[in-house]
């Protein structure tokens, strides 16, 4: 969904109200009330008038529906995107029947906040895949040894995927402490592409705590990996900021769904698809957004898959455009499928079907080889 | 809710399950092997059974709902908040149907994350409240000066407030920038307690970007902050953890509930109130934790209140207990029905309405009276 044009230098959140469409307007004030001042506004001294979000408009989209605009000064995010999250959806998070469906950022602000700091076309040439999709699987399950991790990876770079990441569930677990696996999988992958003359890239899992997250990039930048699998549903949308403002060059992020999905799960609170995996985890600094397609083990549908990718890639203050990277019970069986309905500029993750047959090399060539013929398709 | 005896060494899970209570069965066998393995079981290697959530038990509690006790290892988490939470929760959240309604932790893990940095005996030492409720506010709207919003903290603190908290909206704003606004709120609620002899305690809102945030926590320690407003929501609650382990001692935290919202508001998926807002944010490290109550603007109900107050001080592997702060259109008046509610073991937040008549001190100070009627009646 895109708004109207807006007044210059404001924060435009656009919100579904859920309800009877009579009450829409004093709900809608009083959510711009809420979500700025948050104090009765007959109290407030004129002066801070200047601080207060107001409401642009309202329309009603179905017998229970409306949609409000509502503009917010650009100067109540003071540039930073813990306040921004705040604004936008902060307490109106706790009100039933608020979907936040739309947002729009002065280019300003979006630049401070600053998106993906590769892009779609810095993450293909990061993997030397200038066209068609990047092909990614997950090294898992947690259990498996350092060891056991690594031989998954070779054989998956063996085989020519673009991004092998690691599982979100692989944290500093005892089977496979961090610092070993990390090591382990950074050499193997790094054999493979000297044995293939490819560029497969090593992803390792950063669901850090935050005392040790400085130290677990530079291990895994020691070990040669090519960017991070995030979880910003755990660390915060600024840990992912804070990353893509200071990671070394040429490192991609790649978020991760978990916890995620119960802002998105009922229909009538939360934040739209499109919004959460798209706008903001672009902003934040998403290279590419990982989300369970429809199809799968999980429940989106194919418009909300739909809008998640578009927003990767819609204008956004002239933010560099986000990877989709559907997942989540897909098959290399479905490789042609999912490109036609994404597009070539996608991330096709496949992770635990590829084990069936129990040769990890032959089944990342034949993903390979599907993708392969669908984009020719 | 409480679950029976599990095997020593595992982390147990309760998830209620809608829908059709035929599926749940085997719904809850995926949904153990979706939080632990997330691979096909069948092609897993067996020594990696020893990573292997499982289910317990099931019981039906109405046509719709079935709770799951899910056990996973302990190792599974690694001894890492960020960890347990993607165990718990993470790719289930993506689930529609799957509510998690409790949790059991191992006591070595509790003690690894840590829980309450002070809890309720430390709390009411910090503001020398042996007994009764609390009484807190918070400065606000964003829009005043430092310099108004200094002298709002004097005339609480003056009026006898126990804790002057900042609105989640104050963060770097330029109307009152961070380290300007700390300073003089610091000096003015420490020139009242001089006045007074009293200790109002002041909490700076913390809202930070990462790469801010030991910079804010210096500066706040400087203007004699007594603790911190967090939003674990926004910063996730490893960071909450991280300053409960790191901060100077006896400082406190309370946990605001901005974007916690969208876990809550859904009855059939996401996170159970007592779960989320007492044991999980308990664990994390809130001192207190704020929520709206039921009666105010928002829209929980006193039986969702009453859980996240018993989460807050049940037990919790010998964890400190934390207080419940209700807040969220609260008012004088209300003061005796909410001492009575919850008890006196209570913050009570009040915030817009006490400064409607013009006069903070003194609306501070019919506060204090009316809680002490309250605890006295």
């Known amino acids: ?23 829409a307007a ?11 001042h948050e104090f009765p506004s007959h109290l407030a001294p004129s002066h801070a008038r200047r601080s207060l979000g107001h409401v642009l408009d309202l329309s009603q989209t179905g017998p229970e529906t409306v949609l409000a605009r509502v503009a917010y000064p650009e100067s109540l995010a003071g540039g930073e995107l813990p306040q921004l999250l705040v604004l936008l959806f902060g307490n109106c998070s706790l009100l039933p029947g608020v979907r936040l469906v739309d947002v729009e950022l002065p280019p300003a602000l979006a630049r401070a906040v600053g998106g993906p700091r590769l892009g779609v076309a810095g993450l293909r040439e990061l993997g030397d895949a200038p ?26 770079a063996l085989g020519g995927l673009d991004l ?8 500093n677990q005892r089977w496979a402490p961090y610092a070993e696996r990390v090591a382990r999988c950074g050499e193997a992958v790094a054999r493979a592409n000297d044995e293939t003359g490819g560029r497969a890239v090593y992803f390792p899992a950063l669901n850090a705590p935050v005392s040790q997250l400085a130290e677990r990039v530079d291990l895994a930048v020691a070990a040669g990996a ?9 660390g915060g949308l600024d840990q992912l900021r804070h990353l893509a403002a200071t990671l070394p060059a040429g490192l991609a992020l ?7 999905g119960s802002f998105v799960t009922s229909p009538t609170s939360g934040i739209a698809h ?20 429809f199809g799968g083990r999980f429940s989106f549908t194919p418009a909300q898959c739909r809008e998640i990718a578009e927003q990767c890639s819609a204008d956004l203050a002239g933010l560099r455009p986000a990877l989709p990277a559907p997942g989540g019970g897909m098959s290399v069986q479905r490789a042609p499928e999912l490109v036609e309905f994404y597009g070539e500029d996608v991330v096709l993750l496949i992770g635990g079907s590829l084990h069936e047959g129990g040769d990890l090399r032959r089944s990342a060539e034949a993903f390979r080889e599907a993708a392969r013929r669908a984009t020719r398709g």
Chains 1, 2 share one sequence.
């Open 254 to 260: 790649l978020a991760h769904p978990a916890l995620l």
């Open 274 to 293: 499109g919004t959460l995996f798209g706008t903001l985890l672009r902003l934040a600094g998403a290279d590419a957004v990982i989300f369970p397609s």
């Open 26 to 36: 004093s709900r809608a004030e009083a959510l711009a009330v809420e979500q700025s």
């Open 1 to 23: 969904m895109s708004a109207p044009a807006r007044p210059g230098g404001a924060i435009t959140a656009v919100y579904e109200l859920w309800g009877d469409p009579a009450g």
């Open 226 to 234: 090519g960017g991070f699998l995030v979880t910003p549903g755990i």
């Open 131 to 156: 066209h068609g999709p990047l092909l990614a699987t997950a090294l898992k399950p947690v259990g498996l040894s350092a060891a056991e991790l690594a031989e998954q990876a070779y054989q998956l």
């Open 164 to 171: 092998i990441k690691e599982d979100q569930g692989l944290a």
